[in-house]
């Protein structure tokens, strides 16, 4: 039988919605964005090869694929597989949104710990966590990456007339873009994981609020 | 509480469906608020659906169903139409109940004694009309039939339930809404004194780095960050766009009037200017540049609709590059946090060390703010803009020891402070050891309290906050199209 949710876990539940609102809201954005990528490439090729110089090759490429017209050498310069580039972009380390609003001091210390052992384990991903502790100095560590967002009360004091999950889930989305994550979770407050339940629930995308 | 319930079979087509609906409408326009509550007689068949034109009612919201199990009913006027077909009704709280007989009942005394029973024996009994009337002989009824009462509102106006439309709802002024107004950097002293003094409708957003932060928070600001390149681990040209998309970020969230920087306007600051023309960029920008330093920030005021110097107390030993480029430049008062001017009352020996260890037997090292820097007796410090103007400004005898690394040129502060007889200078500890000793002698401690008073200089923190103040509202006026 379920015990009825209390206010604490309607409030992880909101913050878990606006943080995947916020999700969505920059894969909308970076969707968007490569739609209006691939439409300004296609204009480009589009009108490449509708220029002179664009069908005067082809026409020589095409001639030079005969063996019948071209010289043997002349072909094999040609055929000649790409030289590979030189200059391959190395991967970013994918970074991952923990939302940890509501934590003691203590908390967030302990989780800053966990997020860093984790790293340590595995690089696997840059943790970028949201805290609502202006004491940032206190809490940084190499390989961890802090931002701040006012907590609740804080808000509802100076912006009475705006949501904070509101705030969550724009915050929740610039963080994304900012940071380039692929991922987003809320930490529970009441119960902030453990290194082993980061390793154990690492590869989830979801929330870590529950695990 | 609802103005009118009417409670009926709704399913019912007849002509009183047709007057219910007339009443409904009467009351949407004149803005009284109705629910239809709907008791179904016995022997009409369950499924037969509602009159459309109570239908309609309910769907263009001039009218709401109460619920089958509503318990918390209530209404300032009932009215129950064909009462002799009400069997079961949900309890329904109201001031006035009036039950219209369309019709005669068969046997009226059985079905007035079942509708008091449920609504109680205040019930008024109107007939519809005058036939109606006539086959009740006997019956306590209305003095006036129904629709002979006059017009619908006319009769809820006798019961006290007013049109809307006629006795206007007192008009209650919206909020007027916050202006904003951003602080980005770290000179949080500065911050946290303008902000003091900031009109209450205009509201000032912190935007500062893991060093102010806490101190703006601490103030009661609200706060936002700012990392560094090294505490993103990126490089600058990477945290340059990273300060772009994060100030476009804060200025849709808070959409202020103005932004306000503190420091120097670096390249992620220019770009977020140019991207973002809207909001007035004002620069807070600081005097007492060390001599050949700092001079490609020049350029960048162009950048700003404004520039405010917190004004020096060392202003004429100034030999920085701001005392060139003076043009759109406002000056004030020095700016700091210092309460209003009222007399010393310096302590038992007391020593305020500030950036600088120190210690004087028979003193007692104590800290201070602001607010309490009047019950000092001594102080040895670094000669930073806020401590320089904190303790001149509240006259407390002091050895200024310049950080030959600091930010700004802290020895011509120091060394013009000692040349007005308002403190002493040390470059090193011997000297600050040997001037400490000198001020052990309470006279000579008396004596730089004394010239501190006599070349007082005020505090900025107000104008600067009306300067702010004044752009902000230069913005609105922009917005209003009244300025071009």
Known sequence: MCDEPDAADLAVARWEVATLTGRLRCVEDERDAAVRDRDRNREIVLAL???????????????????????PAMARHWRRPPAPRSRIRAAEMPARIYVAVGLSRAGAHGLIRALRQRVLVEADHLPVMVTDQPSLRHLQVPGVVLEYLPDPATWSRHEPGSDWETLLAERVAQLCRDHRAAHAVVIDPRDPPTLARLLVTDRRVGSLASA | MYDVAILSDLRHTGGSAASLVAEVEAQATAGLTTVLIHAPEPDRRPARPFDQRIVACLRDGRAELAHDDDTDLAARVLLIRRPQAVAEAPPVRAAHTIAVLDEAPADFAEVRARVERHFGPDVVWAPADAEVRSQL????????????????LDRLASLG???????????????????????????IA?????????????????VAGSTGLPDAHAA??????????????????????FVRDRLRHLIQLYGPRAVLVGGVPHDGIAAAVAEHPDP????????????????????????????????????????????AARAGVTTVDPITELPAPRPRRPGPATLLCRGVEATLPGFTVVEAGPEQLGA?????????????????????????????????????RARFAAAAGVAICATDDDQAAAALERLADPAAREALSRRCAEVAFGNGAAEAAAWLAGHCQLRSEVEAGSVR
Do not use: N
């Open chain 2, 137 to 152: 002989p006997g019956a306590v009824l209305a003095g006036a039939d129904w629709p002979d009462s006059g017009p619908h």
């Open chain 2, 280 to 323: 007035r960029w004002l620069w807070l920008r600081p005097a007492m540049w060390r001599r050949g330093t700092g001079g490609q920030w020049a350029a960048r005021g162009a950048l700003f609709a404004g520039i405010l110097e917190p004004g020096e107390f060392a202003a004429a030993g100034d030999e920085g590059w701001t005392t």
């Open chain 2, 220 to 241: 009661g600001l609200l706060t936002e960050y700012l990392p560094a390149p090294a505490e993103l681990g990126v490089a600058d040209d990477r945290w340059t766009g």
């Open chain 1, 49 to 71: 090869r509708r220029s002179r110089s664009y069908r005067l090759g082809r026409t020589l490429v095409d001639l030079a694929r005969d063996p019948m017209r071209t010289a």
């Open chain 2, 376 to 412: 000092v007796g001594l102080a040895v410090s670094r000669a930073g803009y806020t401590s320089f103007h904190e303790l001149l400004g509240a006259c407390v005898p002091t050895v200024f020891v310049p950080d030959p690394d600091g930010a700004d040129d802290e020895l011509t």
């Open chain 2, 190 to 206: 500065r911050f946290r004194a303008i902000a003091r003094h900031l009109p209450g409708d205009l509201e000032a957003v912190v």
């Open chain 2, 161 to 187: 339930v007013l049109p809307r439309g006629v006795v206007p709802p007192p008009r209650i002024a919206p909020a007027r809404p916050t202006r904003h107004v951003l602080l980005v950097g770290d000179d």
